[in-house]
């Protein structure tokens, strides 16, 4: 099997559904040889790494460890879906606290055990914050933690692409940005539907303002909705978007679906939220899209929820004040 890189990659949380699909994923697509998977559950650990030995693949020197510092060491690359998953009739900020207390032990065990460590994907929820304080702590540059933002959008083109019925590939540049909650804005400027403007059949007796709205409304209750079809959170395609984004990372095609990036620009100031990003072996950049009126004042109000469970987060004592963090990381602004 050909690989990437020979570096070593962490993936965090590996015995959840999602980390065990992370660790498949990974070596399915051939990022590296070197994989640790790492969980704190270890029988359930195990179990996950016996399954991956069975699959008979060649070629892979796939650890195991409940050791976080063994985890870490030496590792250039970490995925982390190491939080609680969010359950039946639970939002993604109803697992603030929690979650941000894991994240920032883990921004902290990323700075002691693999300050030289290249990117950072956090995916568990809510990402924005996670990803956040994870960065804050770990002393990392911005443009080395990405979080997991793309399934919005994925979401919004196969709802377009099926109201449509045609295939998915002809719905391009869907995109959400802000949140990766209930609040996130759906953009309709950026998309094109075989070739035309979404803008242009919205109102139109292809896609009537109706129908908009409940694509747009599905869009944000899609978690919400593999919950009640599947009975728990969602697994696979978190688990292989978060694969695609660490691949870019590690040199393979670039990321091109929006990501969670740190912001602190043009009116949006110490977040994490999702932005028109490229993800490619130098890390996460980003530019603060441009929509209608409309999309624009939506996007603000996503960044203005995001900052308040930001401040619920420092109010909390998880994180300090904004004034201190370029004391804790200096590549903050």
Not at 249 to 257: C, I, R
Not at 263 to 276: L, N, P, Q, R, T
Not at 325 to 330: A, T, V
Request: aromatic share 8%.
């Amino acid at each position: 099997m050909k690989f990437l890189t020979d570096e070593k990659l962490t993936i965090v949380g590996a015995a959840g559904m999602i980390g065990s699909n992370m660790v498949q994923s990974a070596i399915m697509m051939g990022l590296t040889p070197n994989i640790c998977a790492y969980d704190p559950f270890a029988p359930a650990l195990e179990g996950v790494a016996e399954e991956m030995y069975h699959c008979g693949f060649e070629g892979i020197n796939l650890t195991y460890t409940s050791d976080i510092k063994e985890a870490l060491n030496g590792a250039k690359y970490v995925v982390s879906s190491g939080g609680a998953a969010r359950k039946a009739g639970m939002t993604r900020e109803d697992l603030l606290k929690g979650n941000a207390e894991i994240a920032a032990q883990f921004g902290k065990d990323i700075k002691q055990y693999c300050p030289d460590v290249k990117h950072v994907v956090v995916i568990f929820n809510p990402a924005d914050i996670t990803g956040l304080i994870t960065l804050i702590y770990s002393g990392l540059k911005p443009s080395q933690v990405s979080t997991l933002a793309a399934l919005d959008s994925t979401r919004l083109q196969t709802a377009l692409a099926q109201h449509f019925g045609i295939s998915r590939d002809k719905v391009t540049n869907s995109r959400t940005y802000g949140g990766h909650g209930e609040q996130m804005a759906v953009f309709a400027s950026t998309t094109k539907v075989d070739g035309k403007p979404l803008t242009s059949l919205i109102g139109t007796d292809a896609l009537t303002d109706e129908q908009w709205a409940n694509i747009r409304q599905h869009v944000i209750q899609g978690g919400k909705r593999i919950i009640e079809l599947r009975g728990r959170s969602s697994f696979q395609s978190p688990a292989y978007v978060s694969i695609e984004m660490i691949r870019a990372a590690m040199g393979g095609p670039e990321f091109l679906w929006p990501a969670g990036v740190y912001v602190s620009e043009d009116g949006f100031d110490h977040i994490m939220m999702a932005m028109e990003t490229t993800i490619d072996k130098s890390g996460v950049h980003y530019k603060v899209p441009h929509g209608t009126a409309e999309e624009t004042a939506t996007l603000r109000a996503s960044y203005e929820h995001l900052t308040k469970l930001r401040d619920e987060v420092i109010e909390m004592g998880i994180i300090p004040a904004i004034s201190k963090w370029n004391e804790i990381n200096p590549n903050l602004k």
